[in-house]
């Protein structure tokens, strides 16, 4: 009967450790979505700085004005998605203190009960947080495209077709 209880205890204290393991898989998940959406600021602050160090934005059909701002933007952007990262990461690190303090809370007969519970729901708001600055950032870059896109469509009204 021992034996019997000790198995059933495993099998319930690893179960009980999935759950912080899916929100650690769907924290990557945005961690991955978030480093793509970083590179991409970068990318096109580093053309944008390139353009101002040049002084060429005459040839792109941007104003020094207009530079200004999408720099400024693309700053804002990455600041967002770096706290993202941060605050991802972060949800990572304490979903495996989760696991490891379900664990700790089973070996230890129940001592720790609201250890694991405080840690998930510290971890779900670290993921709160992350994808919240994911949606600051992503409605930062809906405002550079739509005004890239204004700035090319008044371009092109000045040329025949």
Do not use: N
């Not at 804002?76 to 690190?93: D, K, M, Q, W």
């Not at 708001?125 to 992503?138: K, Q, R, T, Y």
């Amino acid at each position: 009967m021992g034996e019997a209880t000790a198995s059933t205890t495993a099998v319930g204290t690893i179960a009980a450790m999935v759950t912080p393991g899916l929100l650690m898989l769907g924290s990557a998940s945005l961690v991955a979505s978030a480093l793509v959406r970083m590179a991409r600021v970068v990318d096109r602050a580093r053309t944008l700085a390139a353009i101002a160090a040049e002084g060429s934005w005459a040839r792109t059909g941007t104003t020094p004005q207009q530079l200004r701002r999408w720099l400024d933007r693309h700053a804002r952007r990455a600041r967002h998605a770096a706290r993202a990262i941060a605050a991802l990461y972060a949800a990572i690190a304490v979903f495996i203190a989760t696991c490891l303090a379900i664990a700790a809370d089973r070996a230890l007969g129940g001592a720790l009960q609201a250890l694991p519970l405080w840690l998930a729901v510290l971890g779900t708001l670290l993921l709160l947080a992350g994808a919240a600055w994911m949606v600051a950032e992503s409605s930062l870059s809906g405002e550079q495209i739509a005004e890239e896109i204004h700035l090319a469509l008044s371009q092109l009204e000045g040329v025949k077709s």
